[in-house]
Structures are given as C-alpha cells and as structure tokens.
C-alpha cells in the first residue's frame, strides 16, 4: 500500500527542548516535502527536497531544519521549539513535476509549552 | 492580499442537496487547480484537478475553473453524510518545484 507515514502522531514537549519528527515514503518518490496547517492560514510549506541531498525553503522556513540522506526518509527537526510552533504538521510526497502525485502522511500535533 | 481566498465555513448542507465550493486567487500565473479533502484527523487527499479552464467531471463531483475571473468552484451532487470533511483549494503555476498554494479550506457538515 503506497503510503507516508510519520512519527509521532501527537507530541507534547517544552521550550527548547530539541525533537525530530520522522517522515518515510514507500512510493520511490523524488519531492518530499513538510507543511504546517494552523487555523485561518491553512497549509504552509514549511522545507521541501527535490532528491537525495537536495533541500529548499519553503514559505517558513524559521525554527526549522530538515535533512534528505535517504530517498524514502525526510525528517523534520526543531533545535529549539518555542510555543509558535505549535500546530499540526504534514509530511508530502509525490513524483517530481507531477502534481496528481502527491500524498500527504496522517499528521503530527505537537504542542510546545 | 492572499494568493489563494477560501470561504472557511462552516457550510451545513441535508443530505441530497448541491453544494458549492468557491476559492478566488490573485496569481494569474496558475495553471493547475486542485481540490483536496482532508477529513477529522487525517491528511489531505487529492479529490481532483484541473488544469488551465475549464470543467472536469468525476462522479458526483465537478471541478470548475474561470481564469478571467479567477475564479475557482467545487460543486457536489447528491451530497452525502461521508462528504462531510474540510475541502482545501490548491493552485500551482507548475514548473520544477510544482508549489501548491492553499487555501484555509471550507468546512461542509452534510446532516442525514
């Protein structure tokens, strides 16, 4: 079954305290991407990567770091949460340049106290 | 002024009636139009797409697009207790990156 899949699913934590939000995809595709969804600003695409190595800023990209070593696997780290990074986040991923393609993960609320 | 204009709703329909979903945009640059619907507790879904103007037809749902106007319309029929779920707008100008730009999403509630 073509999937994203993301952990974890809920995640409570504190100011400062660094955590990293797993993403993995078993569709071979080449873009993966991490968006925020936040009430009454929708989905915002936070980084996205074209392939292996390959990474770019998305609309806010601030308090965030992403790696791409692998093609299935593109994490989402915060160093430093702060409580405006409270929302629930998305993992994407489709084949490159084909939009129909494109599958989001099941989410991942975190809250930043 | 955003790119992408979405009614949030909440929009409450009984069951059988034709619901229309609208998004406006300020980007005459997209050329691709794409409807995704996210239910309670899950990701979004791709629903259908357009690209360019036109009509496009799937079953119940038909995606409609008037560039002049920019103008973007979801239209349900025969609505149903399990199309209750949040319907997001997404355009894209194409290109290597293919960004989507969304919009907040309408939240429709179809009563049995």
């Known amino acids: 079954e073509a999937q994203v899949t993301q952990n974890p699913r809920y995640l409570i934590t504190v100011t400062g305290k660094k955590l990293t939000v797993t993403c993995s995809q078993n569709?071979?595709?080449?873009?993966m991407s991490w968006y925020r969804q936040d009430p009454g600003l929708g989905l915002r695409q936070i980084y996205y990567?074209?392939?292996?190595?390959?990474?770019d800023k998305g609309d806010v990209p601030e308090g965030y770091k992403v790696s791409r070593k692998e093609k299935r696997n593109f994490p989402l780290i915060l160093e430093s949460p702060s409580p405006n990074q409270t929302s629930l986040y998305f993992c994407a991923s489709r084949e490159a340049g084909v939009l129909e393609t494109q599958y989001f993960g099941p989410g991942t609320r975190l809250l930043v106290l | 002024q955003k790119e992408v204009e979405q009614d949030p709703g909440p929009l409450s329909v009984p069951e059988g009636a034709i619901v229309s979903l609208n998004c406006t945009y300020s980007n005459s640059a997209f050329q691709y139009f794409m409807w995704y619907r996210q239910y309670s507790r899950k990701g979004p879904e791709l629903l259908m797409y357009?690209?360019?103007?036109g009509n496009k037809e799937d079953g119940r749902f038909t995606a409609q697009v008037d560039k002049s106007s920019k103008y973007i319309s979801l239209f349900i029929r025969d609505s149903q207790p399990s199309d209750s779920a949040t319907y997001l707008c997404a355009p894209s100008k194409g290109g290597a990156t293919n960004k989507l730009i969304f919009g907040t999403g309408t939240l429709l509630a179809v009563q049995p």
């Open positions: 990567s074209m392939n292996v190595e390959v990474t």
């Open positions: 357009t690209y360019s103007s």
């Open positions: 569709m071979n595709h080449e873009y």
